[in-house]
Nanobody, 121 residues
Framework: QVQLVESGGDLVQPGGSLRLSCVGS????????IAWYRQAPGKQRELVAG???????DYADSVKGRFTISRDNAKNTVYLQMNSLKPEDTAVYYC???????????????WGQGTQVTVSS
C-alpha cells in the first residue's frame, strides 16, 4: 500500500498558524498528485487542498486564501501552510495519493494516523 507520514499538527489559538508536512518516498511521490484531507469527530472526511505532480493546486472554499499547499520533490514532502486558523479547522489532517487526472475524491493510498490540529482559545 502507498503510505505517507503526516506531521506538524498542534494546539493553536484562533488566528494562529501551523505548517503540516506529508512525507512520501521516491518515484511514487514525485509522479503523484497529493492532497490533504481532514476529518473532525462525527463528520465526513473532506478535501482541504491538493497539488498535482506538475504543481497545480486546488483548495476547498473554506480554506481558500488561508491555506497554501506546496511540494518539495527533493525532500519527498508536501506541505500545508495554514494561516488564520479557525476553530472549525480543528480536525485530524491526512494526506493521500490520487491518480493523475482523477480529481481529489478517489485517493488510493492507505489512510494513516494523520496529525491532529486543534484550534482553540
Amino acid at each position: 500500500q502507498v503510505q505517507l507520514v503526516e506531521s506538524g499538527g498542534d494546539l493553536v489559538q484562533p488566528g494562529g498558524s501551523l505548517r503540516l508536512s506529508c512525507v512520501g518516498s521516491g518515484n511514487i511521490f514525485r509522479n503523484s498528485a497529493i492532497a490533504w484531507y481532514r476529518q473532525a469527530p462525527g463528520k465526513q472526511r473532506e478535501l482541504v487542498a491538493g497539488i498535482t505532480s506538475g504543481g497545480s493546486t486546488d483548495y476547498a472554499d473554506s480554506v481558500k486564501g488561508r491555506f497554501t499547499i506546496s511540494r518539495d520533490n527533493a525532500k519527498n514532502t508536501v506541505y500545508l501552510q495554514m494561516n488564520s486558523l479557525k476553530p472549525e479547522d480543528t480536525a485530524v489532517y491526512y494526506c493521500n495519493v490520487n491518480r493523475k487526472g482523477a480529481g481529489w475524491s478517489r485517493p488510493f493510498g492507505s489512510w494513516g494516523q494523520g496529525t491532529q490540529v486543534t484550534v482553540s482559545s
